[in-house]
């Protein structure tokens, strides 16, 4: 299949029904770790290879630490350590920044969240009923910092679920409270659009403390920076990321535990990695092993937020756009559909980055889900590379030109 032109957009003859549905529904987005491509990457085997150490018996305790330290540092590598770099970008200044790892990467990529959110946040502000509120829920399973670094350089409204000065902490009723404006001189009061950011698979920026989920900035995430050059000056980590490549570049086979456990018996002596390890257990996000949680304080919290997400999605009148997700978290994929059969007045659209929508189609199919089944569901897979600046150039940004013109002639 060829891949669609921008130019010739497959949703300009569905504006209207779109604006009819932004316009009078309770909105919510389920956003994944697509939506901060190409900056932010995956490892893809990583789930895998940590369940497949786990449960290897043979090997000695220091040997599957070293190869744990491997695996954690090449996620976190890929997937955390940029987020040093988000903190200190800034794109008015400098688009392109000099001191960033990949500087043109982190330039598109936050350019693509900050016409996201200056869209959708105007969007709100045009809502032409008083019967649904100002405000979006963000559900994401990215624990990158993106969205509160671009939400805060637009000077927007949001709640993360922290309260406090001096000792931020999390709650979840911290959430859906809303914000007004009241003029100066008449007492006029007008809501004010607010998004509820929902990280449920944790944040870079969280710590746990008796108890109870804090903020922490980037401390942790820093931390962690200094206990792998810590284990690097002993001796070198294996570096996963490039053996995975390079296994699927000659053979197009996925490495394996078995082949990374071999590599690893190579190195002696083994570098202690009791530091760095300790110190990577100490970030507050979902670790990608089967057994997700080692924090039960952050078990209750990441099960509180899939509650408040399958209520949110059992509201009458409600919409959910999935971007950059591909299904793959059964406990999500599972409260999503639940909601979609019980609920007829939900519509679901699916945001697909490739026309063949095959890594969809595939974690769906785990569940024998078919979404022809679901008159509630539309699977938006009309354009190849649809990413998120691709999703605000051909849908929102003309939703909002829409609704904009409208307003425009009504006052006529």
């Known amino acids: 299949m060829e891949s669609t032109k921008v130019s010739e957009n497959p949703f300009i003859d569905r504006i209207d029904n779109f604006k009819n549905i ?20 995956t490892l893809g085997g990583i789930e895998t290879w940590l369940t497949g150490l786990e449960e290897n018996k043979e090997i000695s305790n220091e040997l599957k630490d070293y190869i744990k330290a491997s695996l954690y540092k090449s996620y976190f590598e890929v997937a955390m350590k940029g987020n040093v770099d988000i903190e200190n970008f800034n794109y008015d200044n400098d688009a392109v920044c000099s001191t960033c790892s990949r500087p043109s990467e982190l330039a598109e990529t936050y350019s693509s969240y900050k016409d996201f959110y200056k869209t959708i946040n105007q969007i709100l502000y045009e809502r032409r009923s008083n019967t649904v509120n100002k405000q979006v829920n963000i559900f994401t399973t990215n624990i990158d910092i993106f969205s509160e670094k671009i939400i805060e350089d637009l000077s927007l409204h949001f709640n993360d679920g922290f309260n406090g000065i001096f000792k931020k902490q999390f709650q979840l009723s911290n959430f859906k409270k809303s914000f007004y404006q009241k003029s100066l001189h008449y007492d006029n009061i007008a809501e004010i659009p607010v998004f509820n950011l929902l990280k449920i698979h944790g944040s870079v920026t969280w710590k746990s403390r008796n108890g109870i989920i804090e903020f922490a900035g980037l401390d942790i995430l820093k931390d962690v920076i200094s206990k792998i050059e810590e284990v690097e000056l002993l001796g070198d980590l294996l570096e996963i990321l490039e053996m995975s490549n390079k296994k699927w570049d000659e053979t197009k086979t996925n490495l394996t535990i078995e082949e990374i456990i071999e590599e690893a018996m190579k190195h002696d002596p083994i570098p202690s990695t009791e530091n760095f390890i300790k110190a990577y257990e100490q970030l507050q996000v979902v670790n990608p092993t089967k057994d997700k949680f080692r924090d039960t304080t952050f078990n209750k919290t990441y099960y509180e937020m899939l509650r408040l997400y399958a209520n949110e999605l059992e509201k009458e009148n409600s919409v959910l756009f999935i971007m950059g997700f591909s299904m793959a978290d059964e406990h999500i994929r599972d409260i999503t559909f639940r909601a979609i059969k019980s609920n007829p007045t939900l519509k679901v659209f699916i945001c697909s980055y490739t026309t063949e929508a095959k890594d969809i189609t595939e974690n769906l199919n785990q569940d024998k889900i078919d979404l022809t089944n679901f008159h509630n569901v539309e699977l938006l897979n009309f354009v190849e590379k649809f990413d998120l600046s691709k999703i605000n150039e051909l849908l929102f940004i003309p939703l909002l030109d829409n609704i904009q013109l409208k307003k425009y002639d009504n006052q006529k």
């Open 22 to 41: 932004i316009q009078d529904c309770n909105i919510s987005f389920l956003i994944g770790s697509g939506l901060s491509v190409p900056f932010m990457g």
